[in-house]
């Protein structure tokens, strides 16, 4: 499983941006794809996911109705819209694969999102 993130960068408060997440290694019959953020100084922390067979998805509080999870199952490829965008959104934001099991096992290399204010 290789992952890798695109689409972060500098945007200011209230604007959007959408993250990319290919994953261009082997799939899995029943996986969940996740989003995660770790802000400077902080631990990391979910911000959403979605099961890949189902598109059942799930969001932290933080994000509930300004971030949105999808998929291309054709491209292999997991998405995070997110709209208005605060400060506190600020970190290096991760895609995971969680391949059925307790934990993400496979993670990309992570991508900076900067809100400035």
């Known amino acids: 499983v290789q992952l890798a993130e695109s689409g972060g960068g500098l945007v200011q408060a209230g604007g959007s941006l959408s993250l990319s997440c290919a994953n261009s290694g082997r799939t899995f019959g029943s996986y969940t794809m996740g989003w995660f953020r770790q802000a400077p100084g902080k631990e990391r922390e979910f911000v959403a996911s979605?099961?890949?067979?189902?598109?059942?998805?799930s969001y932290a509080d933080s994000v509930k109705g300004r971030f949105t999870v999808s998929r291309d199952n054709a491209k292999n490829t997991v998405y995070l819209q997110m709209n208005s965008l605060k400060p506190e959104d600020t970190a290096a934001y991760f895609c995971?694969?969680?391949?059925?099991?307790?934990?993400?096992?496979?993670w990309g290399q992570g991508t900076q999102v900067t809100v400035s204010s």
């Open positions: 995971a694969l969680n391949a059925g099991g307790i934990s993400f096992d496979y």
């Open positions: 979605i099961r890949w067979g189902t598109g059942t998805t």
